[in-house]
C-alpha cells in the first residue's frame, strides 16, 4: 500500500496557546486523512531544548527542524489569514516560497476577505508616500502568484470561520482543491 502524500501545515497558529493550536492541528489533520493525506505540523518536530542553549542557536535548530519536515512533505497547505499586521505571518510566508522553489503545490487560505489594498488603507499611498499594489489579490501579488504558478489555489473566506484564525470549510475547500489537482501534479513530479 502507497504511503499517503504528506502535507505541510503551515500558519500562525503555532504561536497560539498549546489547547487551542492543538484542536485546531487535530481538526486538520483529521480532514486530511478523509482525502487519504497525512498532515504534518511544524511542532511535530521533537526539540529537546536546553535552558543554557543560546536563544538564536535555539531558533536556527527550529528552522533546520521545520525545513527538514517541508523537506520530507509532498506539498503545502497555508493558513495565510493576516497576523499581527495586514499581511500574512512571514514565516509562514517563507515556508510557501520554500515550498513552491522545490517545485511542491501550494493551497492557502485567509479568513479576511478584503483584498491586500484595502486592508492597506484603500488608497494608492501609504502614510509614508509609498505605492501599495492594487492588484486585487488577497495579499502580495509574489504570495498568490508564487501560489498559483505551484497549481495551487489561494482560497478566500466569504463569511467568518468558527476561529478568527480558522474555519474548516475553508480549508476542506483547498483540500478538496488539492485532491482534485494533486494527483496529476503529483505524477508530473514522479511522487
Known amino acids: 500500500m502507497a504511503q499517503p502524500k504528506r502535507i505541510y501545515l503551515a500558519g500562525p497558529e503555532v504561536f497560539f496557546p498549546a489547547a487551542e493550536h492543538q484542536a485546531i492541528v487535530a481538526e486538520k489533520k483529521r480532514v486530511l486523512r478523509e482525502y487519504g493525506f497525512e498532515g504534518v505540523d511544524p511542532l511535530d518536530t521533537e526539540l529537546a531544548c536546553s535552558d543554557d542553549e543560546a536563544k538564536p542557536d535555539r531558533g536556527h535548530r527550529i528552522y533546520q527542524a521545520n525545513r527538514g519536515l517541508m523537506d520530507s512533505c509532498d506539498a503545502i497547505i497555508a493558513n495565510l489569514t493576516p497576523f499581527r499586521g495586514i499581511s500574512a505571518d512571514p514565516g509562514t510566508v517563507y515556508e510557501v516560497g520554500y515550498m513552491i522553489g522545490q517545485g511542491k503545490p501550494a493551497f492557502g487560505f485567509t479568513l479576511d476577505s478584503r483584498h491586500y489594498r484595502d486592508r492597506a488603507g484603500a488608497t494608492g ?60 501534479h503529483f505524477k508530473s513530479l514522479g511522487i
Do not use: K
Request: glycine share 12%.
Open 125 to 184: 499611498l501609504d502614510e509614508l508616500g509609498h505605492t501599495i499594489e492594487d492588484f486585487e489579490m488577497s495579499d502580495n501579488l509574489m504570495i498568490a502568484g508564487g501560489i498559483r504558478e505551484s497549481g495551487g489555489q489561494l482560497f478566500m473566506a466569504e463569511q467568518p470561520g468558527e476561529h478568527r484564525f480558522f474555519s474548516v470549510e475553508l480549508f476542506c475547500r483547498c483540500v478538496q482543491a488539492l485532491a482534485h489537482a494533486g494527483s496529476h
